[in-house]
């Protein structure tokens, strides 16, 4: 089979659901004299627009039936569109059988999708699955040398801007690239239905597991210059950076929309109605600073929440993503505008912090609406030389612990109250991960160290770093409570945390020599409550 150098348009069929643009484009085609089929819907807008249009049933001279089921499912149509135009014996079939030749399919897809994503029942989404769409669709790919096809109306004005100077006829290299765009349709369409079927079918780790995305962003690189990348969505409707309105501010680079995604994760896990305003303060996917509402050292607003996650780590906090599990607003967009910060993403802003904002014009800001369900279910996936990881997204925590007092001591309430939040926070610390809390904000986090004793170290001293910083005599740790991610091997980590200041202490516990540790925390005077559940996170 050749490649001709162009292949005309003389006969095009239109079905389509997205009916963008079509009116237009159908008119331009007939205006260069293209005979035009249709189906259904399509056929009765572009007669209803006084363009000349043949129904598909007429052409097959076989009635659409089965409620529109069966309708271009037939020979006359497949071998229009697959017929090889070069091919002598195609073409004494396509005369013998009076096959004409289909030159261009614009198909786009029944809304499986978008029925799917408003809660459909089951007999709704079944009926909104394609079947002679992506048979047509994936037949003119298959046959570009000859057939043009489109199946996104963004692609109109390619296709008349060739046609017109390539008198009715397309180029070999935008019908491949229409072509490749036509697989990546039907394959992410089949990966959306086979995701809900076997979501359907209780199935969450499919024996076949199909991913599919839709390109968002072409990057300027990825985590380094020498690293191409790009952003793509999924479909899902969870509140996030890649649902979020960016309102101000250059383009996202792929570290920022990494690190922004791990700030939102963080802020959702705490409830503005439950908690007051939260911060998270983001560099490198690890939080230098979190901090909620603590009424009792006379911490209410947002703005004095921001100062307390900065305070914990403001070296660390230069360049980094500030998310805010509420609205911004104009006191607090003034703090933030006081050092260089990357990203801002937060569920809304209020139109004194985007006024405070706009001078600042490569700061991004985004909103994404609400907060993120942080016990919603989910799958994160991860890749591997040769294949993925996939696994459940970690939406437990507080409540969902079998948490119990282990040490002689139980925790008093304002420890209590900070265990858990520092549990919450040391649930996105990477691993291993210990983070210190006092009065509802960390002052001092340890990330990603292959020994907990350094993760417990590299805390303290950052908390004595921010207390020197602040003027203040004593380090942030005294009287603090520690949580950390797994179990303590050793009773030197945990003791390591006392010698800094630590008064009580929040960990899973199952390790084979939790006794051991148990008996360290109750002669250093720790209260101690292990959770049952890990929250390793690499």
């Known amino acids: 089979m050749s490649d001709p150098v162009s292949a005309p348009i003389r006969r095009a069929l239109i079905s389509v659901s997205d009916k963008q643009g079509l009116v237009e484009f159908a008119r331009s085609l007939a205006s260069m004299g293209v005979e035009i089929l249709s189906t259904g819907g399509s056929?009765?807008?572009?007669?209803?627009?006084?363009?000349?249009?043949?129904?598909?049933?007429?052409?097959?001279?076989?009635?659409?039936?089965?409620?529109?089921?069966?309708?271009?499912?037939h020979p006359t149509v497949h071998g229009g569109i697959l017929a090889l135009r070069d091919n002598d014996e195609h073409r004494r079939a396509m005369s013998e059988h009076s096959i004409g030749a289909i030159d261009l399919v614009?198909?786009?897809?029944?809304?499986?999708e978008a029925t799917v994503a408003?809660?459909?029942?089951?007999?709704?989404?079944?009926?909104?699955?394609?079947?002679?769409?992506?048979?047509?669709?994936?037949?003119?790919?298959?046959?570009?040398?000859?057939?043009?096809?489109?199946?996104?109306?963004?692609?109109?004005?390619?296709?008349?801007?060739?046609?017109?100077?390539?008198k009715g006829a397309t180029s070999p290299a935008l019908r491949r690239r229409l072509a490749a765009r036509a697989y990546a349709r039907t394959g992410a369409y089949d990966a959306a239905i086979s995701g809900w079927?076997?979501?359907?079918?209780?199935?969450?780790?499919?024996?076949?597991?199909?991913i599919a995305g839709e390109r968002r962003q072409l990057l300027r690189y990825g985590e380094n210059p020498h690293q191409t990348a790009a952003f793509y969505g999924i479909a899902e409707t969870r509140p996030g950076v890649a649902t979020a309105r960016q309102i101000q501010g250059k383009e996202l680079?792929?570290?920022?929309?990494?690190?922004?995604?791990?700030?939102?994760?963080?802020?959702?896990?705490?409830?503005?109605?439950?908690?007051?305003?939260?911060?998270?303060?983001?560099?490198?996917?690890?939080?230098?600073?979190?901090?909620?509402?603590?009424?009792?050292?006379?911490?209410?607003?947002?703005?004095?929440?921001?100062?307390?996650?900065?305070?914990?780590?403001?070296?660390?906090a230069f360049g980094g993503i500030i998310a805010l599990n509420q609205t911004l607003d104009?006191?607090?967009?003034?703090?933030?505008?006081?050092?260089?910060?990357?990203?801002?993403?937060?569920?809304?802003?209020?139109?004194?912090?985007r006024k405070i904002l706009a001078s600042k014009k490569n700061l991004r800001l985004l909103l994404t609406g609400s907060l993120a369900d942080p016990k919603?279910?989910?799958?994160?996936?991860?890749?591997?030389?040769?294949?993925?990881?996939?696994?459940?997204?970690?939406?437990?925590?507080?409540?969902?612990?079998?948490?119990?007092?282990?040490?002689?001591?139980?925790?008093?309430?304002?420890?209590?109250?900070?265990?858990?939040?520092?549990?919450?926070?040391?649930?996105?610390?990477?691993?291993?991960?210990?983070?210190?809390?006092?009065?509802?904000?960390?002052?001092?986090?340890g990330a990603g160290q292959m020994s907990r004793v350094d993760s417990a170290r590299i805390a303290a001293r950052k908390a004595a770093d921010a207390a020197e910083a602040a003027g203040d005599a004593e380090p942030w740790t005294k009287g603090s409570v520690v949580a950390s991610d797994a179990f303590f091997p050793f009773a030197d980590?945990?003791?390591?945390?006392?010698?800094?200041?630590?008064?009580?202490?929040?960990?899973?516990?199952?390790?084979?020599?939790?006794?051991?540790?148990?008996?360290?925390?109750?002669?250093a005077g720790l209260a101690m409550i292990l959770t049952g559940m890990r929250h390793f996170r690499h």
Do not use: W
């Open 197 to 210: 079927f076997a979501a359907q079918a209780g199935d969450d780790l499919p024996e076949r597991l199909v």
């Open 106 to 112: 614009v198909v786009n897809l029944y809304p499986f």
């Open 253 to 316: 680079s792929y570290n920022n929309i990494n690190d922004t995604d791990a700030a939102f994760e963080l802020v959702s896990e705490f409830d503005p109605e439950a908690h007051g305003p939260a911060v998270a303060i983001i560099k490198h996917a690890n939080p230098c600073g979190v901090a909620r509402a603590e009424p009792a050292v006379g911490r209410t607003s947002l703005a004095d929440v921001y100062r307390a996650a900065l305070s914990c780590d403001p070296v660390s």
């Open 118 to 166: 408003a809660g459909a029942d089951f007999a709704t989404c079944i009926e909104n699955i394609d079947i002679g769409g992506p048979a047509m669709i994936r037949s003119a790919a298959k046959n570009h040398a000859f057939v043009t096809v489109i199946v996104d109306p963004s692609d109109y004005a390619p296709v008349l801007e060739e046609m017109a100077t390539g």
């Open 493 to 523: 980590g945990l003791l390591t945390a006392a010698e800094a200041g630590a008064r009580a202490v929040i960990q899973p516990g199952g390790s084979v020599r939790d006794d051991e540790v148990i008996a360290a925390a109750d002669e």
């Open 330 to 353: 104009g006191e607090t967009a003034t703090e933030i505008a006081k050092i260089f910060t990357e990203v801002i993403i937060a569920p809304d802003a209020d139109e004194a912090a």
């Open 43 to 73: 056929a009765r807008a572009l007669q209803e627009a006084g363009i000349p249009v043949r129904e598909v049933a007429d052409h097959t001279g076989f009635p659409e039936m089965m409620d529109g089921r069966v309708k271009t499912l």
């Open 376 to 445: 919603a279910v989910g799958r994160t996936v991860r890749s591997v030389a040769g294949g993925l990881l996939v696994q459940d997204r970690d939406n437990r925590i507080g409540d969902d612990t079998a948490r119990r007092v282990v040490s002689k001591r139980a925790p008093e309430a304002q420890e209590e109250r900070d265990l858990d939040f520092a549990f919450t926070v040391a649930k996105h610390v990477k691993s291993n991960a210990i983070v210190y809390v006092r009065n509802g904000m960390t002052v001092g986090v």
